[in-house]
């Protein structure tokens, strides 16, 4: 089945329903090649392309949903976080699919579910690994970051958890953050923004709020992932000649220091 998969993944076509299925079974699997380099590869190239028919994207919301796969063995970190993990990306793919390639496709319930499960994932994960030597990309932080940004593009969505949930990640930092992270939340913060679903206004009395917390020395890793979020966020929207004077002012008074 691998080699098959390999084949078309090199030119998209048709699917069958047991390739769906073995693509399912193996959205964690322990082997970043067939993970990463052919799973996760192989659904956004089918998406892409068409190659899924809708009641093959109906199997993978299915299995997602009816496993609660974003979520499995949560208290519990190792391998199994793989599965979490791209359970997010897979997630992701699910609810771009449902806007553009394969619009409404998605049940109400389904899409419920993963708007919902998008915060409460990122509130429980605690899994910090950025890259493994044996399970290549684990990335809990950045790909659950992707999940949530993706939800701000619906108007019903869990936009308002946003910065609440980021300031318990950064206050409960207990380690650096590497590999990006701080740029794929800054991120969910830009397409917020640009989604209408936070106002930079509520971002910047956000940073004047954690300014005071972020200054104790037991928050040192969560200080310079903020710094780090806020420069990312400031250059994307200074790029886009969209950062308001209160924000760029907030930002720049150098609060962090």
Known sequence: MEQVLRAKLAQPKAYTDAEVAWLCAHIGD??????????????CAGVEKHAF?????????TYSVDHDLVMTDIKHNG?????RTFAALLNVVLLDANLHDYADFLTPAQLEYLLTRAPEYLRAETDRRGYDLQLGWV????HGADYLGMCTSYPANAAS??????TDIFLGA???FGDGEPARLAMVLYLALQNKQLTQTAVAQWLKTMQPQLR???????????QQLITHLYVVLATDNALTDELRTTIQDGIWG
């Open 216 to 226: 104790d020395d037991a928050h040192h890793f969560g200080s310079y992932g903020v």
């Open 161 to 166: 958890q946003i910065l609440p949930l980021f």
């Open 30 to 43: 322990p082997n970043p090649a067939v993970r990463d380099g052919l799973v996760y590869e192989t659904l």
């Open 53 to 61: 028919t809708r009641a093959q994207m109906q199997t993978f919301a």
């Open 174 to 176: 207990q380690t650096a």
């Open 79 to 83: 391998d199994v976080t793989v599965t």
């Open 139 to 142: 990335h809990a932080l950045a």
